[in-house]
C-alpha cells in the first residue's frame, strides 16, 4: 500500500504545489509514490523521482493526458487507486477539478483544501471562508485529499532518486477535447509561491493606474495581486485574484494597497507573515488584519514607497 | 435543450459567521439565507440560453429543508420554468448530494446541468465534478464562457496560470466561475409570477439512493485570531518598521 501523490507539471517541470502535496503526503506514512501523467512526460517524472521523501514514480504517457483532462486522467488514477491508501493532489485548479471526480469514481468522500493532518484518517480543513476550520475524520478505505500549498512546507525538489516506473494507460474515454489555452507569461514571481505580494484593488481605479504597483514589484521582487473588484473592473487578469474563490497565498509580506478587507478577500491572505495596509479611509476592515497601516491615499504613497525603497 | 441547474441555500456572503462555543458547528440561526451566488450565476446562464433561444426549459433542483423553497422561488423570478426540492433535514455531503442529483437527472433526462463551482459555506467544490462523474459525462468546471453549439458545448475555464478551453460532448456538466455573467435583479412582477410556476417537493428516499455522509465532523473551530498591529504615521516609518522590526524587506 501507498500514498499516491497526483503531480501537476507542464511535462518539463513540476508545479511548485506539486511539492507541498508530498509532503502533506509523508506526514500520512510511507512510501509516498507520485504519478507522472502526461504527454512526453519523462523530464516532468526525472523531476519528481528526485523529490526527496519520493519512494517510487509511475509515469504515464500517453497523447490523451497532453493536457490534464479530468475526463482522460480519473479513469487512470482510479486504475492506480487499489494500491493506495490516501490519494492527493494540490488544491490548485487542477487538482480541484480532477479529485473529486475521482472520488466519485471510487465511492469515497472527497476532502478539500485541507491545512492540516491531524492522523492518517482525521484533517482540518478550512470552511465558510476561513471563518471555522472543521476537522473531519473519513471513514474511507482510500482518501481522496487535496492540499492547500500555503499550509505545508514545500518538500526539497533534490535529494531523492526514487525509480520511475511506467504504468498502462486506460484507453481514451474522447468525451471532452483541448481546444486552446491563454497563459499569462510574466517575469515577475508566481503569485503563490512568492515571498513578497503586493495586491490592489478597487481604489486603483483603472488598469492604467493598476500599473503603479509595478514600481514597488519591480523593487522589491514581489508578486502582484488583486481583490475580486479590481479583476471584476478589468484592471488586471483573473489569475491575479487573491481570495476564497481565488488563489490562496501566505507570503512572507503582504502589501494591500485600495483593498478595504472584505471577508472573500480576508480568505485569500490572512495567514501571510507580515501585513501592510494602505487605505484612505481609517475605518477599512483590512486594518483589523494589518500589523502595519497606513491612513494615506495611495496614490501619494506609491511613488513615496517606491522612492523610498531605492 | 433542457437545462438543469442544482441550487443551494447559504448564508448570506456578506455575513460573517461565528462559531459555536461548543465547537460543534457555525451559528447560523436566525442569520440572513440567500441563494449561493455561483448558483445565482448558474441560474442566470441557464436563462440566458432560454433566452437566446438555445434552451426550452430550466428546471432548478435543490436538496435541503422546506425553507429552501424560498432560493426555488428566486431562481424562478429569474426566470426558470420550474423546480424541485428533494425535502430533507438530514445533513449532505457533496458525494450523497451528487447521487440525489443524479437520480434526478436520469428522470428529468436534461442535455446540461450547470452548478456553482462552489457551495460559499462548506467550501467544497466538488459536487458538480463527482456529478459529472456519477453520470459519465464531461465536466467544464470554473466556467466564465460557455457556448452551445449543436451536440457539444465549447467551455472557457479559469485556470491557475489563466484561461483554457475545452470542447466537451453534451450531456454535460458546467459549474460557473464569477466572470461568467452578473446575475439580474429581480423584479418584483416576476416574483408575483414565480410564486405561481410548479414547485414538486419529493422525498430524497423515493429516490432509492444511498446519499449517507461519509465524513465525520469532529469538531469546528475559530481560527486563530491575528496579534493587533499598529498604525504608522508615515512611509518613512512604514519603510523602518519592514527593515528594522519585521525584517521582510
Ligand atoms: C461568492 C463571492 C466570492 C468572492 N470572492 C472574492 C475573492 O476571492 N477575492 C476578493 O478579493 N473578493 C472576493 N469577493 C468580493 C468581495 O466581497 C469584495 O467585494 C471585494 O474583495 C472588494 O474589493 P476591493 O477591496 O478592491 O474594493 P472595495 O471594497 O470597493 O474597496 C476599495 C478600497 O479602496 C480604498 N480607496 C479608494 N480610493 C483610495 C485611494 N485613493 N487611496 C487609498 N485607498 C483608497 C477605499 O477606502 C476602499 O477601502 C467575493 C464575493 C462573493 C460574493
Ligand atoms: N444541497 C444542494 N442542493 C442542490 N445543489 C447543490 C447542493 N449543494 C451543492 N449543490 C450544487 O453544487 C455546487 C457546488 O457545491 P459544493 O461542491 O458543495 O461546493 C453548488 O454551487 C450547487 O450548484
Known amino acids: ?310 | 435543450m433542457k437545462i438543469l441547474v442544482p441550487i443551494k441555500r447559504v448564508v448570506d456572503p456578506n455575513i460573517r459567521v461565528r462559531v459555536k462555543s461548543d465547537q460543534t458547528g457555525v451559528e447560523t440561526a436566525n442569520l440572513k439565507m440567500a441563494i449561493n451566488p455561483f448558483c445565482e450565476i448558474a441560474v442566470e446562464e441557464a436563462v440566458r440560453l432560454q433566452e437566446a433561444g438555445k434552451a426550452k426549459e430550466v428546471v432548478l433542483v435543490t436538496i435541503g429543508g422546506s425553507q429552501c423553497q424560498d432560493v426555488l422561488r428566486t431562481g424562478m423570478a429569474m426566470g426558470a420554468d420550474r423546480a424541485i426540492l428533494i425535502e430533507t433535514d438530514a445533513a449532505l455531503q457533496p458525494l450523497g448530494i451528487a447521487k440525489l442529483l443524479k437520480a434526478v437527472i436520469e428522470k428529468e433526462a436534461p442535455n446540461l446541468v450547470i452548478t456553482g463551482k462552489q457551495a460559499i459555506d462548506d467550501d467544497n467544490n466538488q459536487t458538480s465534478q463527482m456529478l459529472a462523474a456519477l453520470l459519465g459525462w464531461p465536466q467544464g468546471t470554473f466556467a466564465s464562457k460557455l457556448e452551445l453549439n449543436g451536440d457539444h458545448a465549447v467551455v472557457t475555464r479559469e485556470i491557475d496560470g489563466g484561461l483554457e478551453t475545452l470542447k466537451l460532448r453534451l450531456p454535460a456538466v458546467i459549474s460557473t466561475d464569477l466572470r461568467l455573467n452578473e446575475p439580474r435583479y429581480v423584479k418584483l412582477p416576476n416574483i408575483m409570477k414565480a410564486k405561481k410556476k410548479p414547485l414538486d417537493v419529493i422525498k430524497p428516499e423515493t429516490l432509492g439512493v444511498d446519499f449517507a455522509p461519509r465524513l465525520k465532523s469532529l469538531k469546528v473551530e475559530e481560527p486563530a485570531k491575528r496579534k493587533a498591529g499598529i498604525k504608522v504615521a508615515n512611509v518613512a516609518e512604514l519603510v523602518a518598521k519592514l527593515k528594522n522590526e519585521a525584517k521582510v524587506i
Do not use: W
Open chain 1, 1 to 310: 500500500m501507498s500514498i499516491l501523490v497526483i503531480a501537476e507539471h507542464d511535462n518539463q517541470a513540476l508545479k511548485a504545489a506539486t511539492l507541498n502535496a508530498i509532503t502533506a503526503a509523508g506526514q500520512l506514512g510511507q512510501p509516498v509514490t507520485v504519478l507522472v501523467a502526461g504527454n512526453n512526460c519523462q523530464a516532468a517524472a526525472t523531476a519528481a523521482a528526485a523529490v526527496s521523501g519520493v519512494g517510487k514514480v509511475l509515469q504515464a504517457d500517453a497523447a490523451h493526458y497532453a493536457h490534464p483532462l479530468a475526463e482522460e486522467l480519473a479513469p487512470l488514477v482510479v486504475s492506480l487507486a487499489k494500491d493506495a491508501t490516501h490519494i492527493l493532489a494540490p488544491a490548485s485548479t487542477f487538482g480541484k477539478n480532477l479529485l473529486p471526480r475521482v472520488a466519485a469514481l471510487l465511492d469515497v468522500a472527497a476532502i478539500s483544501d485541507i491545512t492540516r493532518v491531524v492522523s492518517a484518517d482525521t484533517f482540518v480543513r478550512p470552511i465558510y471562508a476561513g471563518n471555522g476550520l472543521l476537522t473531519v475524520q473519513s471513514p474511507d478505505p482510500v482518501k481522496v485529499i487535496t492540499v492547500r500549498s500555503t499550509a505545508f512546507d514545500a518538500a526539497p525538489a533534490t535529494g531523492g532518486s526514487a525509480a520511475i516506473e511506467s504504468v498502462a494507460c486506460p484507453a481514451p474515454a474522447g468525451i471532452s477535447e483541448f481546444v486552446s489555452h491563454a497563459l499569462s507569461k510574466s517575469e515577475r514571481p508566481e503569485l503563490t509561491t512568492a515571498r513578497i505580494v503586493i495586491s490592489g484593488g478597487r481604489g486603483l481605479g483603472s488598469a492604467e493606474n493598476f500599473k503603479l504597483l509595478e514600481g514597488v514589484a519591480d523593487k522589491l521582487g514581489a508578486a502582484i495581486g488583486a481583490s475580486r473588484a479590481a479583476v471584476d473592473a478589468g484592471f488586471i487578469d483573473n489569475d491575479h485574484q487573491v481570495g476564497q474563490t481565488g488563489k490562496i497565498v501566505a507570503p512572507d509580506l503582504y502589501i494591500a494597497v485600495g483593498i478595504s478587507g472584505a471577508i472573500q478577500h480576508l480568505a485569500g491572505m490572512k495567514e501571510s507573515k507580515v501585513i501592510v495596509a494602505v487605505n484612505k479611509d481609517e475605518e477599512a476592515p483590512i486594518f483589523e488584519v494589518a500589523d502595519y497601516g497606513l491612513v494615506m491615499d495611495l496614490f501619494a504613497f506609491l511613488p513615496e514607497f517606491t522612492a523610498a525603497l531605492n
